[in-house]
């Protein structure tokens, strides 16, 4: 009874439906009507979104492209010297000190045992050493002193210090990848500073506290067989962490002592450095 009394409304209000489909489906131009696709549409823009399927089909029409290739570093921890296990004999770090070491003009040797001998240095003939191994220093230069035979006063001097790690910068290559963090930009640990020392220290004295007023790791040990102390480390920066050839040396008025830090003793206006090398002091004016 319900569907012959409604039966005239349902009817045209079905036959309206058919036509308002008809009309959209053949009048349209919404992408999709007409069979559209992506040729016949222009070229995207950055305002106009990329639909799903259209971002399916352009992938499928092109060719596949080879994914990039990540070429390895030429240089590494695995080329530095002693490579990452180390090892080296020291005529092997000698070698390979010179072969990385900058050119230079030959010079004249400098050592003169007769000059070593009048400044109190006692020089073993057999060996042509002392008996810390310490071969006689450059003429002008000062012998070394034992530290027990010192007598450490209150007269106070002044000198300079400073404390570099710059020729990492030029061998970032070889650095242990976990001290990368550890280089300063320009690979200054202590900038040249004015310190106080006191009378018959040595470079070893004026390091240690000064590296302690600084807040500066600093790490050493003493070694007999050379009777002088041993820098390690400064700064977490240790002995082979850019190489078999890399290590603390120290360096006064432009001079890298053969001998060790605890045996230089101090003068008032002495320039002091201590240098991270990577190329067994060659690279910072020391002689093999």
Known sequence: MQWKKHKEKLLMGGLALVLLVAVYWYGGSAPGMHGWTVEDTPAQTQDQPVLQEDREETTESRPAE??????????GVESRPGGTQG????????????ELAPETEPTEESGDETWSSLQGMVIDPGTGKDPYLTTPVPEGRPVPV??????????????????????????MSWLDPAKTDLVPADGVI??????????GES???LLQREMKKAGI?????????????????????YEFDCGELSGWTYRVNGWCPNYGCSRYQLQPGDTVEWLYTCKLGLDVGADL
């Open 87 to 98: 090892g080296m004999t020291a005529q092997e770090k000698e070698e390979a000190a010179q």
């Open 203 to 205: 470079v070893f004295n």
């Open 190 to 199: 202590f900038p040249e500073t004015t310190v106080t020392f006191y009378e």
């Open 217 to 237: 790791h600093l790490e050493f040990e003493n070694t007999p067989i050379y009777h002088s102390a041993y820098i390690e480390g400064i700064g977490n920066l």
């Open 66 to 75: 080879e994914p990039e290739k990540v070429q390895p570093p030429e240089e």
């Open 146 to 171: 034992e530290p027990e035979e010192v007598t450490i006063s209150d007269t106070a001097y002044t000198c300079t210090l400073t404390v570099r790690c710059d020729t990492i910068l030029d061998n």
